[in-house]
Nanobody
Framework: QVQLVESGGGLVQAGGSLRLSCAAS????????MGWFRQAPGKEREFVAA????????YYTDSVKGRFTISRDNAKNTVYLEMNSLKPEDTAVYYC????????????????WGQGTQVTGSS
């Protein structure tokens, strides 16, 4: 099992940047696909980005490509989401999640979730 704790959210002006971190417990972090999801009020949880177990492959939803970067440090059991050029529509609670599946964007296929961190982009 793995426990996940996000940090780094906050309020930022449009065009600004934030870096989210997700610290994982356990010694098997490197065996999980790691993903970031977000959920805005009244909307379903949506996939944002994912990174393979080794960190060699990354995946993004179209709306964040070129602005967000996912990375991981397996020695520190941590996954990051660097968010640049933030827009008001990026406002949401951001969750990190872990999956035993090689690659997926489906929330239901991630078995472990953090508690979420609020990101608010102001116009």
């Amino acid at each position: 099992q793995v426990q996940l704790v996000e940090s780094g959210g906050g309020l930022v002006q449009a065009g600004g940047s934030l870096r989210l971190s997700c610290a994982a417990s356990g010694r098997t972090f490197s065996t999980y696909l790691m993903g970031w999801f977000r959920q805005a009020p009244g909307k379903e949880r949506e996939f944002v980005a994912a990174i393979s177990r080794s960190g060699g492959s990354t995946y993004y939803t179209d709306s964040v490509k070129g602005r967000f970067t996912i990375s991981r440090d397996n020695a520190k059991n941590t996954v990051y989401l660097e968010m640049n050029s933030l827009k008001p529509e990026d406002t949401a609670v951001y969750y990190c999640a872990a999956s035993v599946i090689f690659y997926t964007t489906r929330p239901g296929e991630y078995g472990y979730w953090g508690q979420g961190t609020q990101v608010t982009g102001s116009s």
